[in-house]
């Protein structure tokens, strides 16, 4: 019975070619958009979910016209973090991230430029989950001139010392 369907499927994609052809080919476009889509979709909707509050955390962006283009940018005035927490009492923590580009650090002969390095407020850890190895995510960054390594970066300027309360220096 089934063999039966085959050939007369077969037999009538033979008989019409464009039809066929065209019917297969809008199966395909449907097809190849709908995976594209999904995928599109369930990545945006992933992103950054493995912080604790993730249905919380929103991104605040500006929007600028620039040679007649709308361009988006997470780019915002410095202050205007601490005036939405005072404006609006639903925001319950406010972190800003700054990137600073190439940076040299240096430790006794040890020196070394690095590139992802940002400048954060102290709230940064009560806004997105991350796990420390040493430290208090409540305590850290609440001292002026203090910072957070990652593992690789604490090893390659002080070795297997424990880097707690030692000294980093930089120019910036």
Known sequence: MIRNYITSAFRNIIKNKFYSFLNILGLSVGLTAFIFLFLHISDEMSYDAYHENAQRIHRIESNFT??????????????????????????????????AGNTLFRNDEKESYEEDFYFTDSTFFRVFTHN?????????????????????????????????????????
Do not use: H, W
């Open 132 to 172: 420390l190895i040493l430290g208090d995510p409540d305590k850290c960054l609440v001292e002026p001139l203090s910072i957070v390594l990652t593992k690789s970066i604490a090893e390659k300027y002080f070795g297997d010392k424990d880097p707690m309360g030692m000294i980093l220096e930089s120019d910036t």
């Open 66 to 99: 620039i040679a007649g283009k709308n361009e988006m940018f997470a780019i915002v005035p410095v202050p205007m973090g601490p005036a939405l927490q005072l404006e609006f009492p639903e925001v319950e923590a406010v972190t800003r991230i700054f990137g």
